[in-house]
T-cell receptor, first 112, second 114 residues
Framework: SQQGEEDPQALSIQEGENATMNCSYK?????LQWYRQNSGRGLVHLIL?????REKHSGRLRVTLDTSKKSSSLLITASRAADTASYFC????????????FGGGTRLMVKP | EAGVAQSPRYKIIEKRQSVAFWCNPI?????LYWYQQILGQGPKLLIQ????????DSQLPKDRFSAERLKGVDSTLKIQPAKLEDSAVYLC????????????FGNGTRLTVT
């Protein structure tokens, strides 16, 4: 079963706006990762943040991690129509053999 | 580097039939994963290999699903017999190791059971 929760489940914004997606989890973790999935394709890794890190940037992406609240957020700045996709958080559970568990995803639509 | 290869891309079978999926991971990647993704949901881990040994198969329905990774490279996932609820996309992924390496996914096999 999926133990990660993502919020919102769906998000629709205009091009140029920022998009924020949130992820919560229930166990202790080694790291938390964010992936993107275009329709009909596999997932593509975006960014990995380790449990001892609080914030990480990659281009227009900014990820934060709050292990005390067991939550993470992904911010996409200056969104583009090409950012339209599903975004998934995945956390590595260090109590379960480093198994990577995915959340249910946020479906992002960026309107041109 | 070449990505993770999966075949077939699509498969339609009737319930109670059997089906097999194939995966070729990125060269040198020790860890291989099979995930099941039902429409509108996130991927669910079925089985995880480290080289040719099983690390985790706790969510694999072993009465009907089986997987192997011969020689620690290619892997096959089999379903026998299939049920309607097995309709999903089956994703294969690989990573350099089990700790802080990102997963590289194939494009998946979309299975429809009628």
């Amino acid at each position: 079963s999926q133990q990660g929760e993502e919020d919102p489940q769906a998000l629709s914004i205009q091009e140029g706006e920022n998009a924020t997606m949130n992820c919560s989890y229930k166990t202790s973790i080694n790291n938390l990762q964010w992936y993107r999935q275009n329709s009909g394709r596999g997932l593509v890794h975006l960014i990995l943040i380790r449990s001892n890190e609080r914030e990480k940037h990659s281009g227009r992406l900014r990820v934060t991690l709050d292990t005390s609240k067991k939550s993470s957020s992904l911010l996409i700045t200056a969104s583009r129509a090409a950012d339209t996709a599903s975004y998934f958080c995945a956390y590595m559970n260090n109590n379960a053999g480093n198994m990577l568990t995915f959340g249910g995803g946020t479906r992002l639509m960026v309107k041109p | 580097e070449a990505g993770v290869a999966q075949s077939p891309r699509y498969k339609i079978i009737e319930k109670r039939q059997s089906v097999a999926f194939w995966c070729n991971p990125i060269s040198g990647h020790a860890t291989l994963y099979w995930y099941q993704q039902i429409l509108g949901q996130g991927p669910k881990l079925l089985i995880q290999f480290q080289n040719n040994g099983v690390v985790d198969d706790s969510q694999l329905p072993k009465d009907r699903f089986s997987a192997e990774r011969l020689k620690g490279v290619d892997s096959t996932l089999k379903i026998q017999p299939a049920k309607l609820e097995d309709s999903a996309v089956y994703l294969c992924a690989s990573s350099r190791d089990r700790s802080n390496s990102p997963l590289h996914f194939g494009n998946g096999t979309r299975l429809t059971v009628t």
